[in-house]
């Protein structure tokens, strides 16, 4: 795909942002050295998970650690750039057959390492996942069409009559889904959702079905906010239609202003299209920001015409102005709107880091003060420019750290030059991580720095019985010994640790949910990249075991 190459950052669910470098192979390592040319040994080396404990290679066999380059991918197991192997192959446990192939690879293994040609983008490539392989009927989705048909049927019902108050009004019905949309996504109102959602439903009586339904709603509020979205600009359509029909009893000063903002709007819904999101993501988020402020300024000039403007003298009058503004509900939604949209940046501040590279490849970034777990927060080196979200590493105690893979621009200046101060939103956000104490078992499986918002629940006390499955490469050379002195000295059967450069590659799908079906647990929460999100999850629900990932659509 052409524009492949461009793709440089994805949005996740709830509008986080991970920094990440597409290639054509997503989990691709070089083949593995082949000692002996019998065909059951090799299968043996490409399925290595015996024990869940620790997992080793066929005893046929000699382990040898991989040469390859360190990580540096957002949630991938493995990103060297020579790396030949698909990640169908890798997921499905692919591996050679015919004696012809067997016989070929004994002869190259005796032969000295030397690079693998690339292969072409598959056609499962990340976009494609993202935009094309979500599904058609997910919670999402069907959030947005619930939504939408709503709204739609209003604006018929208004326009043939059946529905007076709507037709009196369809400004206050585009207001009020502006309100709904930006509530949707006001991170202080969602912290208290998710809070409260763990403290109701985080009981031992109330049903699983119960819980994995408000995982799943919650998770796709982004539905709802785009779905608002979209009607809000239906309403503003029907109210400028109703306005031109009724063009003496305005000024031409309203419909202008309303004009505007109807344009932003529709500029921002074009600008939110999951492809121009996803291939120009700070295009996507520089409009909605200043657009989305610019709109807002003008919604304020519009009631206040609105509110003053007489239609019988055709002019605009002062009298008992304040009285009559207080009156109308549209001028407490604009209220609501702009109380939503400041109190984040009320709390911006910029404060010292702590930096350290451990291998290069990516940066631990240190906080003061202590965070509970589940919690993600965001961070810039501009606040108007860009904002990147990661998971928070703490013990809920003195500090608080990020650990961020340097593929980004941004995140490559973290290691090349560490600053020594950076922007911070001092109100962090929860995801889905934070929802695990709804559960009573839980198994939580990352891939590569995806394990950066799961270590929090090893660090301090955790209501639910948590097992963690890590896949990585080199853990102390990409990610530095603090972080493996982490993940060291717990029992082996609740922290499982598959290095691959020393244990080579697992069937992720498959060792999740034979170590679910072993740990007993009720719900399964993956951080990875989009297809080993989505294979993970496809092949928990196959099995019967509820799975949730991160989304790519919101």
């Not at 692919?94 to 032969?111: C, P």
């Amino acid at each position: 795909m052409e524009n492949h190459e461009k793709l440089g950052r994805f949005s996740s669910c709830r509008g986080v942002a991970f920094e990440i470098k597409p290639h054509a192979d997503l989990f691709a390592i070089p083949s593995a050295p082949i000692i002996n040319s019998n065909s059951r040994s090799i299968r043996s080396s490409w399925l290595p998970w015996g024990s869940f404990s620790r997992v080793a290679p066929s005893s046929e066999l000699s382990l040898h650690r991989s040469m390859s380059r360190t990580s540096s991918h957002f949630c991938d197991v493995d990103e060297d750039e020579e790396d030949a192997e698909t990640l169908a192959d890798i997921e499905e446990g692919h591996e050679l057959a015919d004696q012809e192939k067997v016989a070929a690879a004994a002869e190259i293994s005796a032969l000295p390492p030397r690079p693998l040609p690339r292969k072409e983008p598959s056609s499962s490539s990340r976009l494609s996942v993202i935009l094309l392989d979500q599904g058609l009927f997910t919670v999402y989705k069907r959030l947005f069409v619930v939504c939408l048909v709503l709204n739609i049927t209003g604006v018929v019902l208004a326009a043939t009559d059946e529905f007076s108050y709507a037709r009196n009004r369809p400004a206050l019905f585009s207001i009020a889904n502006i309100f709904a949309l930006v509530l949707c996504r006001s991170e202080a109102f969602l912290r208290v959702v998710f809070w409260a959602a763990v403290k109701v439903l985080g009981r031992w009586w109330v049903p699983l079905r119960v819980k994995t339904a408000t995982t799943s709603f919650l998770q796709s509020l982004g539905g709802v906010h785009s779905g608002c979205g979209v009607s809000s600009v239906a309403w503003l359509v029907y109210a400028l239609v109703l306005t031109l029909k009724d063009r003496e009893n305005t000024s031409p000063e309203i419909v202008a202003v309303a004009s505007a903002i109807l344009g932003l709007l529709g500029f921002s819904c074009l600008a939110a299209f999951p492809l121009i999101r996803h291939l120009h993501h700070n295009v996507f988020e520089r409009t909605h920001r200043f657009a989305g402020w610019t709109a807002l300024a003008l919604l304020w000039v519009f009631i206040i015409l609105t509110i003053s403007f007489d239609p019988l003298t055709k002019s605009y009058v002062s009298d008992d102005f304040w009285s009559r503004l207080t009156k109308t509900q549209e001028f407490w939604f604009t209220v609501g709107i702009t109380v939503l949209i400041i109190t984040p940046w009320l709390t911006v501040r910029r404060v010292p880091v702590r930096i350290s590279s451990p291998s290069g490849h990516a940066s631990i970034i240190k906080f003061d003060g202590g965070v509970k777990a589940g919690i993600l927060g965001r961070i810039s080196p501009s606040p108007f420019s860009e904002w990147h979200a990661f998971g928070i590493i703490s013990d809920d105690k003195k500090e608080h750290m990020m650990l961020a893979g340097a593929v980004g621009d941004f995140t490559k200046s973290l290691v090349a030059n560490p600053p020594t101060h950076l922007w911070v939103r001092q109100v962090h956000f929860a995801g889905l991580p934070y929802l695990t104490n709804m559960y009573g078992k839980v198994l939580l499986v990352a891939t590569g720095s995806g394990i950066c918002v799961f270590l929090s629940f090893l660090l301090q006390p955790c209501k639910a019985d948590v097992c963690l499955l890590w896949v990585t490469k080199g853990v102390e050379q990409n990610f530095g010994r603090e972080i493996k002195e982490w993940m060291s000295g717990h029992p082996e059967e609740k922290v499982i640790v598959h290095d691959t450069a020393v244990l080579g590659r697992p069937n992720v799908s498959e060792m999740t949910v034979e170590t679910a079906k072993k740990f007993g647990a009720e719900v399964v929460i993956v951080t990875s990249n989009p297809q080993g999100s989505k294979d993970v999850v496809n092949a928990c629900k196959a099995a019967g075991i509820a799975a949730f990932g991160p989304i790519w659509e919101s």
